[in-house]
C-alpha cells in the first residue's frame, strides 16, 4: 500500500501506549530477522565445516585408515546437527513457521494500529528532525 507519509501520518490517531507497542513490536520483529540471519549463517558454517570432515574421510581413508573414514562416513557425515535434523530443516521450519507468522501478526498489527505504515516513531522522529533543521 502506497502511502503519502505525511499527510498519513499527522491523520493517525495512534496513542502514545500504542505507538510504543507498535514499535517494540517492529525492533522485536526485526530481532527475530536478526536471529533468522544468524541460523542461516549456523546453517552455512555447519555446511563448510562438514565438506572439511568430508574431505578428511578421504585423506583418512588415503593414508590407509579406513576403520576411520568408514565412521565419519557412516556415523558422523549424515547425522543431523541437532535431534537428527539437518540444519536446512531448521531453517525452513524457522522460515516457514516462527518467521512467517511473527510477520504477518506485525503486519496486523501494523495495519489495525498505524493504517499499514511502518516505523512510525521513526518517521516522526525524522520529520522532527529535518523540521528543526529547517528553522535553524
Not at 7 to 31: K, P, R, V
Not at 93 to 111: K, W
Request: proline share 1%.
Amino acid at each position: 500500500m502506497a502511502h503519502d507519509t505525511d499527510t498519513d501520518l499527522e491523520a493517525l490517531e495512534l496513542s502514545e501506549t500504542e505507538e510504543a507497542a507498535l514499535h517494540e513490536l517492529q525492533l522485536g520483529i526485526e530481532y527475530v530477522h536478526r536471529a533468522y540471519g544468524n541460523l542461516l549463517q549456523f546453517h552455512h558454517e555447519l555446511g563448510h565445516a562438514m565438506d572439511r570432515i568430508g574431505d578428511a574421510e578421504d585423506q583418512l581413508r588415503e593414508a590407509g585408515h579406513e576403520e576411520l573414514a568408514d565412521r565419519l562416513r557412516d556415523d558422523h557425515l549424515p547425522a543431523g546437527a541437532i535431534s537428527d535434523r539437518w540444519t536446512y530443516e531448521l531453517v525452513e521450519e524457522f522460515s516457514d513457521g516462527f518467521l512467517e507468522d511473527a510477520d504477518a501478526f506485525e503486519d496486523e498489527v501494523r495495519e489495525e494500529l498505524a493504517d499499514g505504515i511502518g516505523h512510525v516513531t521513526e518517521r516522526r522522529q525524522q520529520r522532527r528532525i529535518r523540521e528543526r533543521a529547517r528553522r535553524e
